[in-house]
């Protein structure tokens, strides 16, 4: 059965490229891009001549029956400008295509922006929520923004040059002092890492070039919730429409107070004896 292979590509730097990528790219039939230009200058760079068709979000419903069809002759490969197909690149209408016609898809893996910037910013990795770019609008930014502030885990996020200011503004008045990393362009020749709170990090991205990715401690607040505040979360998560349950993981995941008291708790509020007050 022929295969679609999902092949990592440098973020940057073209030595950052597996021997076995090299060699699928060199073995398949068609090697599917999101920019053959950008992809070409890969595979010029070592020496492979496998045919290059362009796949990208504009053109995915007229190239994935012409993909489909390769397929059934031979092996495909499918490759993003930077990093790895479908984090926050194209890729996932096709691999749900070849999964659904029954071919067999391999990845391959390789460089990760995401993995990267973990790795230099000196801020936890243990545990991360990848966010991925954050949308365009102000509205909308801040909406995503203030829902993640009390998650514990490392945020990472991808941010073009041309909105940064704006992002880490409003990280800034919704994150407060939050300890944070930013990195620029890595793996290029103007790769640099900046540590610092999002005050400081404006103060030193004054003129924004390359691509950022930036990695945001989790929510390390000390703060002891007590009963009370417990059930007057409780309490709003009920009033607003969502379900018991839900409502009562909510509680516990953000009070850090057991699920089973969390669910005696909830027993208290519909007691008879409340419920007639």
Same mark, same amino acid.
């Given at each position: 059965m022929p295969s679609l292979y999902v092949i990592s590509t440098p973020i940057g730097n073209l030595e950052d490229i597996t021997l076995r990528a090299l060699r699928i790219l060199e073995q398949v039939d068609i090697v599917a891009a999101e920019d053959t230009r950008t992809t070409r200058k890969l595979l010029n760079h070592y020496h492979i001549t496998t045919r290059l068709i362009s796949y990208q979000e504009h053109n995915s419903?007229?190239?994935i029956p012409i993909i489909l069809e390769a397929l059934i002759n031979g092996d495909v490969a499918i490759v993003s400008d930077a990093g790895t197909p479908c984090?926050?690149?194209?890729g996932l209408h096709l691999i749900r295509s070849a999964i659904s016609n029954g071919f067999n898809v391999?990845? &391959?893996p390789g460089p990760s922006a995401v993995i990267t910037a973990l790795a230099a910013s000196g801020i936890?990795?243990?545990n991360f929520l990848f966010i991925g770019f954050l949308p365009r609008r102000k509205i909308a930014r801040r909406h995503i923004l203030k829902s993640l502030v009390s998650q514990v885990q490392t945020l990472v996020i991808f941010e073009a040059p041309h909105r940064l200011t704006a992002a880490l503004k409003d990280l800034q008045e919704i994150f407060g002092t939050r300890h944070m990393a930013v990195m620029r362009e890595a793996t290029k020749f103007y790769e640099e890492v900046f540590r610092g709170n999002a005050a400081e990090c404006i103060d030193y991205f004054k003129s924004p070039r390359g691509e950022f990715t930036?990695?945001?401690e989790g929510n390390n607040d000390k703060h002891t919730f007590s009963?009370?505040?417990?059930?007057?979360?409780l309490n709003s998560?009920?009033?607003?429409? &969502?379900s018991a349950k839900d409502a009562r993981s909510k509680v516990s995941y953000d009070t850090g107070i057991s699920k089973k008291s969390v669910y005696n708790l909830w027993l208290s509020i519909n007691s008879p004896q409340n419920m007639n007050h």
């Open positions: 419903a007229n190239r984090i926050s690149d194209p391999i990845p &391959i936890s990795s243990d930036l990695v945001i009963i009370e505040e417990a059930t007057s979360l998560l009920l009033e607003q429409g &969502i």
